[in-house]
C-alpha cells in the first residue's frame, strides 16, 4: 500500500476509493456527508457509489463549481445542510472536488459544532498536490482569498490518479504550477524533473514526489511561524492577479494560471533582492512561459494589484510580505517589497 505519512493522518495513493470506503466503514461515525460540485457530483461520484453498493447512510451536499462561489453564504448553506440533516459530532464530511471544496468543505467542517471529522478525496491535480495537504481551510470575503479560516487537519487524503483523465488541460496545467513551485523553493532535482517531463497530464510519479516535498514542509510547520511560509512563493502577487481577474475578466485565470504570473514576478524580484543568478531566472521565465499561455496585465491596474496586496493575510505591520529565491531549489522568506519594486516585477511581466 502506497502512503505518506503526515502528521497525524495517512495520504493514500494506491486503492485509494477502497481504502475510503474501509476508513469510513471503520470510523463508528454515525453518518457521513459527501460535499461534491456539479462536475465531480457528475465525473467523480459514481466511482465512489459504486464501492459503497448498498451504503446508504450518507447525504449528498452539492455547490457550485469555482472559485466565486467559495463564499460565506455557500458556506452557511453547508451548515445548514449538515443541521437539517441531523449531523453530530461523530458524523463525517467527505470532501470530493477540487481546491474550492478542500478549502471550503475542510472549513465548515471544523466550525461545525466545534468542529467534525473531515477527508479530503481530491479530483483536480491542483487539490492533489496542494490544496488537500497540509490542514489549511478557508473561504473568501469581497474575493480575497482565503482570508478566513483555520488550521485543521484532515482525518486522511486519498488520491485517485484516474480523477485526473477527466479534467481539460487547463485544469492540468493550473495544477503544474504549484509543481513547478515545489522544485523552485525547495527541491533543484524536481524542477529539473519536471523540465523534462510531458506536464500535458504528470506521471504518478511526479504526483507522488510534489506531495512529499509539501508534506515535508507542513510537518516541519504546520501553522506557517517558519518554513512553511516557502510555499507562498508566487502567491502575494499571483493572488493579487488572481482575484483581479475574478472581479473583471469573464473567463477568469485559474488559480494556477495566476500563480504562474506571480512566479516569473516574483522570481524577478528575487534576482533584483535576494541574489537569484540572471541565468536561473531566464530559466524560469522560459519554462513557465513555455507552458502559460501570456496574459496581458495594464499599466492601469499596478495600483490595485498592490493595493490588493495589501490585504494578503501573509503581509506584517503592513507592509507586503514575499517568499523569495536565492537560487532554483534554495528560497528566503519574509522579504519585504515596496510598491515600487512590485509595480517593476508587473512591468517585467508585461514585457515579456
Known amino acids: 500500500m ?30 457521513f456527508f459527501i460535499l461534491t460540485d456539479e462536475n465531480t457530483g457528475a465525473h467523480c461520484l459514481p466511482a465512489i457509489k459504486a464501492e459503497l453498493g448498498d451504503d446508504d447512510n450518507y447525504d449528498l451536499i452539492e455547490v457550485p463549481a469555482g472559485e466565486e462561489n467559495k463564499d460565506i453564504d455557500y458556506c452557511i448553506g453547508i451548515w445548514r445542510t449538515l443541521i437539517d440533516f441531523a449531523a ?47 490542514g489549511k481551510t478557508g473561504i473568501d470575503i469581497n474575493s480575497i482569498k482565503n ?10 487524503v486519498f488520491i485517485n490518479y484516474d480523477f485526473l483523465k477527466t479534467l481539460p488541460a487547463r485544469q492540468i496545467l ?19 524533473r519536471l523540465k523534462a517531463s510531458d506536464l500535458s497530464l504528470p506521471d504518478e510519479e511526479l504526483i507522488y514526489w510534489s506531495v512529499e516535498i509539501k508534506n515535508k514542509v507542513v510537518i516541519e510547520d ?21 482575484t483581479n481577474s475574478l472581479i473583471n475578466d469573464g473567463d477568469p485565470l485559474t488559480h494556477g494560471e495566476a500563480i504562474a504570473i506571480g ?29 502559460y499561455p501570456k496574459y496581458q496585465l495594464k499599466t492601469a491596474d499596478f495600483v ?8 494578503d493575510k501573509k503581509n506584517q505591520n503592513g507592509k507586503i510580505n514575499c517568499t523569495l529565491l536565492q537560487s532554483i531549489g534554495k528560497c528566503t522568506l519574509d522579504n519585504i517589497c515596496t510598491d515600487a519594486e512590485l509595480c517593476e516585477s508587473l512591468a517585467f511581466y508585461a514585457a515579456l
Open 174 to 192: 493550473s495544477g503544474t504550477a504549484e509543481m513547478l513551485k515545489h522544485g523552485l523553493i525547495v527541491d533543484a532535482a524536481y524542477w529539473d
Open 88 to 134: 453530530d459530532r461523530k458524523s463525517l464530511v467527505v470532501n470530493l472536488g477540487g481546491g474550492v471544496i478542500s478549502d471550503m468543505g475542510g472549513f465548515a467542517a471544523s466550525t461545525y459544532k466545534r468542529g467534525i471529522d473531515f477527508v479530503h478525496v481530491p479530483t483536480t491535480l491542483l487539490s492533489q498536490v496542494d490544496a488537500s495537504v497540509g
Open 2 to 31: 502506497k502512503t505518506i505519512q503526515s502528521d497525524n493522518y495517512l495520504i493514500f495513493f494506491e486503492n485509494s476509493i477502497a481504502e475510503l470506503v474501509n476508513f469510513i466503514k471503520n470510523g463508528n461515525y454515525s453518518r
Open 304 to 311: 490595485t494589484l498592490c493595493e490588493i496586496m495589501l490585504k
Open 222 to 242: 504546520p501553522t506557517e511561524k517558519g518554513i512553511r511560509k516557502a510555499l507562498n512563493f508566487g502567491h502575494t502577487v499571483g493572488h493579487a492577479v488572481e
Open 147 to 156: 482570508i478566513i479560516g483555520t488550521f485543521t487537519q484532515p482525518k486522511a
Open 263 to 291: 512566479m516569473i514576478c516574483e522570481a524577478y524580484l528575487s534576482y533584483k533582492k535576494t541574489g537569484l543568478k540572471k541565468e536561473e531566472l531566464d530559466e524560469i521565465v522560459e519554462v513557465i512561459s513555455g507552458l
